[in-house]
């Protein structure tokens, strides 16, 4: 498949790919670690420009091991703080952001300045044998997203780290 756009032609760590599920349409958009400013303003445009599709984010550090999202910018140029603050929560068509980067899994909800919840999960886990996949379950009509870790090795799951998100409202065609 190709990506809807991308910062830097032959790159992959900052693009975006649009698609349709659940009668509504979605964009994720994965961006480097830390972004450097010209990576921000480029996601301000891309979030900006696609006002009518509901905006997953992905990116390798969000939150803390605790939940909150991180003030540290570590190997970078903006810190997850930052990146709420100048794009995630100016734009009401962001629903959704993933990260990983501390062994661990947690959750919380923000508000946007236009009053929309955004949900955000946490999720990773540095274990060569058991490998958890995040399982994620959006239920449009309901306004809810489920969250739950699912051990293919063994088929086993996560149950300490179930997670369901109510109150979202996503972005109608």
Known sequence: G???GRYAAGQVANVHRNFEAGGLR????????WPRPAVVDWARSVVAAHPRRNIIVN??????????????A????????QLWERVLSRYPNVKLVFSGHTGTAAYRTDRGVAGNTVASFLGAFHSPDRDPVRLVTIDPV?????????????????????????G?????P
């Open 59 to 72: 990116t390798h550090s969000y939150l803390t091991a605790e939940g909150r999202i991180s003030t540290s």
């Open 26 to 33: 979605w964009m994720v958009l994965s961006l480097e670690a």
């Open 142 to 166: 309901a306004g809810s997203v489920t969250s739950r870790f699912h051990l293919p090795a063994t088929g086993g799951r996560l149950s300490q780290y179930d997670a369901t998100v109510t």
């Open 168 to 172: 979202l409202s996503f972005v109608r």
């Open 74 to 81: 570590e190997y970078g140029a903006t810190s997850p703080a």
């Open 2 to 4: 190709t990506f809807a």
